[in-house]
């Protein structure tokens, strides 16, 4: 089992690692997303995506692709702390960061066997399901019903922590 502080690799590392693991006959999964807020959504993803090869390489969002991608107040966890935060998971083999609006140049990278996406998706909408096919990959659906995310439990804490509680 790899350490969680050296999860954290290059892209072209990356890349060695997951055609070192084709070689040895492993099917390799990619998941990717922002991970921002860490819950019990993003974990299900994980270990599900996990499930469905030997080794899981997790793309992760830099904080300016995710303001990009949902606006200039998030990430509220920066980087760094979201890749730590990850690297302590024992469904994820490696980690690495991109910063372009989608994962697709890490799969032409990387050669998944498989691209694993959340419930949000179905395998006609992922966005890199052609670039997948360019090598006989495939998309797979992981994780449970979309009934987490990040957007919604910050709602959920400003709900409850943004009024001071009134007196009796």
């Given at each position: 089992m790899?350490e969680?502080?050296?999860?954290?690799?290059?892209?072209?590392?990356?890349?060695?690692?997951?055609a070192?693991?084709?070689t040895?006959?492993?099917?390799?999964?990619?998941?990717?997303?922002?991970?921002?807020?860490?819950?019990?959504?993003?974990?299900?993803?994980?270990?599900?995506?996990?499930?469905?090869?030997?080794?899981?390489?997790?793309?992760?969002?830099?904080d300016?692709?995710?303001?990009?991608?949902?606006?200039?107040?998030?990430?509220?966890?920066?980087?760094?702390?979201?890749?730590e935060?990850?690297?302590?998971?024992?469904?994820?083999?490696w980690?690495?960061?991109?910063?372009?609006?989608?994962?697709?140049?890490?799969?032409?990278?990387?050669?998944?066997h498989?691209?694993?996406?959340g419930?949000?998706?179905?395998?006609?909408?992922?966005?890199?399901r052609?670039v997948?096919?360019?090598?006989?990959?495939?998309?797979?659906?992981?994780?449970?019903p979309?009934?987490?995310?990040?957007?919604?439990?910050i709602g959920e804490?400003?709900?409850?922590?943004?009024?001071?509680?009134r007196?009796?």
């Amino acid at each position: 089992m790899t350490e969680p502080g050296a999860k954290l690799v290059t892209r072209a590392h990356a890349a060695r690692l997951a055609a070192a693991a084709r070689t040895a006959g492993h099917v390799v999964v990619l998941a990717n997303g922002a991970f921002d807020m860490l819950h019990v959504g993003h974990v299900r993803y994980l270990a599900d995506a996990r499930r469905h090869g030997d080794v899981l390489f997790v793309a992760v969002n830099t904080d300016s692709s995710v303001r990009g991608l949902k606006g200039p107040t998030r990430p509220v966890v920066p980087e760094g702390e979201r890749v730590e935060l990850l690297s302590h998971l024992v469904c994820v083999d490696w980690i690495v960061l991109f910063d372009e609006p989608t994962v697709a140049a890490i799969l032409r990278e990387l050669r998944p066997h498989l691209h694993a996406k959340g419930t949000d998706y179905t395998p006609e909408t992922v966005p890199e399901r052609a670039v997948m096919s360019q090598w006989g990959g495939r998309t797979v659906i992981c994780g449970d019903p979309k009934d987490h995310a990040t957007t919604d439990l910050i709602g959920e804490v400003l709900r409850r922590f943004a009024s001071p509680p009134r007196c009796p």
